[in-house]
């Protein structure tokens, strides 16, 4: 109940920040669409050309991209901002604030910088999807939802798992801002479905980076490309990944060295 | 009764990476990095009753920060015991951290863009401090710093001194037994390290809380703590209070005589300064009272103040002693700030 507390406090202090910049609302919303729109355009070309992308056809990308953008936009609103300013402080020594506080230190900086108005991309991208699996006489059941719900829960922790092990790293080598770049390359593969890929990328898409569980599985789901057993197997590496995560924080924590008075 | 701070012979050693200046040397450590192992701390020992405001001082890189960081739970020690409340710092344990609190001089641990009370409301989530006990913390400590018209300006527009007491206050919030302060007043005017001290005095008394405190401002040292712990190269050299440091590492007393005509008092112990007719003299501690006196019997004098040497030059000289603290000279004309 406390960790509820703790994450919509600094929610609301999110949101305070953030509403002190409205024009950031207008130009994050135009961005999305502009992105959206590249994204749309993209695949209208290639669709013009071929009718199906081994085995997935145009509503089914459509829908791969509606995860895809989704996902990014929880990356960019929770994720890619705690995980910049956890790296500063530990360059600039603010970290220590962060462990002397009664909460735990993950959990601290995971949830300490919200930036809002990339909900939009959440927004954009649930329309999009909405509109790719819903067609006349093809209704969404509630059990696909509720498993579309679980694997994209999934697909989150697999992908906050893999930033925060690579982020954790700067206790050790300190400056490690590069982190951002790759993670947000590896990302744009994601765009299209991990299926279509040669075999050693597709592997390294699923194991390594996980976007195939993150973003292609549920997609899958939706589009009754997948069942809930690979679903459940999905569940049992994201446990994996989230308890390699924690261990190797708390390994980190022990080699902090704090920065110069 | 239990000490409220107890440590037994901490070592503190880091790892740092060191490599010659200029680009070859920065594109060989790429490849083949150095480190050297640097001692911070060592064999340190130290109790703190409840209620006790002790300074903690040593020169830049003595290991006092370092020591502060073991205490609170920010650094693991490499060996040694530390009990701080009867707990274990390293350990982090929410019911440790929720009576502890650390206010670290130039750092600010407030949410920038917003008002201070905002930063307020969040340490009360985070303390999880019911509303009342939070209103009437909050309405003193506002009070005592003096922050009603601070509460609703966002950080970033706050002077440094505001900051500090907006900072100050925000540490207090939850009634911390035990409070670590890294240099509270640097870079602040002499007006605000005042009130800084004079607040700083006032919730201890009010509250009892235990205080350790490191600055290099010995105005800091003097009005606030009885006890001083002096720490140099990793090791304490001495560990009581301030007469009793005096008495063993600076041994003299300073006599200042405006005389009726110039003369030359060399006679009697050493020159500090001379501006003809006013001088100063450093003298052995027991011949003061002998001295003063042929002075007065001897010479014209007009005034004569016989003071202790300036706490600057005490700490130096204990600093210069360092672990083993054998007597030494008395310092020239450089000084601890």
Known sequence: ?261 | MEPAIRVARLCKTFSVPERDPGVRAALAALFHRKTREVTAVVDVSLEIASGEIVGFLGPNGAGKTTTLKVLSGLLHPTSGDVRVLGHVPAMRETAYLCEIALVMGNRNQLQWDIPVADSFLLHRTIYRIPWADFRRRRDELVALLELEDLLRKPVRNLSLGERMRAELAASLLHAPRVLFFDEPTLGLDVVMQKRMREFVAEYNRRHGATILLTSHYMADVSTLCRRVIVIHRGRICFDGDLETLSDEVAAYKEIWVTLGEPADLSMYGEIRSCDGVRIALRVPKASAPGVTARLLQNHPVLDLTVEDPPLEDVIEMAFRAGPSAPDVAPPSEDRVR
Do not use: C
């Open chain 1, 1 to 261: 109940m406390h960790v509820v507390r703790v994450v919509l406090a600094f929610l609301r202090v999110a949101a305070l920040n953030e509403l002190q910049y409205r024009a950031n609302f207008v130009l994050q919303l135009i961005q999305s669409l502009l992105a959206l729109g590249t994204g749309l355009v993209i695949l209208a070309l290639v669709f013009d050309q071929v009718t199906d992308l081994n085995g997935w056809t145009h509503p089914q990308i459509l829908a791969v991209m509606g995860v895809h953008v989704m996902m990014g936009g929880l990356i960019q609103m929770v994720i890619q901002p705690n995980i910049l300013q956890f790296m500063a402080d530990i360059e600039e020594g603010t970290f220590d604030y962060v462990l002397t506080r009664p909460v735990d230190a993950q959990l601290l900086v995971s949830i300490r910088s919200f930036r809002i108005w990339q909900a939009t991309d959440v927004l954009v991208g649930a329309v999009v999807l909405i509109i790719a699996v819903t067609r006349p006489g093809h209704a969404v059941e509630p059990a696909t939802a509720m498993l579309f719900a679980a694997s994209f829960l999934v697909g989150w922790a697999m992908l906050y798992s893999v930033w925060l092990i690579l982020a954790t790293t700067a206790f050790w080598f300190v400056h490690v801002d590069q982190i951002v770049d790759l993670l947000n390359g590896f990302y744009q593969a994601g765009r299209w479905p991990v299926g279509i890929y040669p075999g050693w990328l597709r592997h390294g898409l699923t194991f390594l980076v996980p976007l195939a569980y993150a973003i292609t599985v549920p997609a899958e789901v939706l589009t009754s490309k997948v069942s809930a057993g690979a679903v459940a197997g999905a569940a049992a590496f994201a446990v994996v990944l989230v308890a390699l995560a924690r261990w190797f924080w708390r390994a980190g924590l022990r080699r902090y060295a704090s920065a110069s008075s």
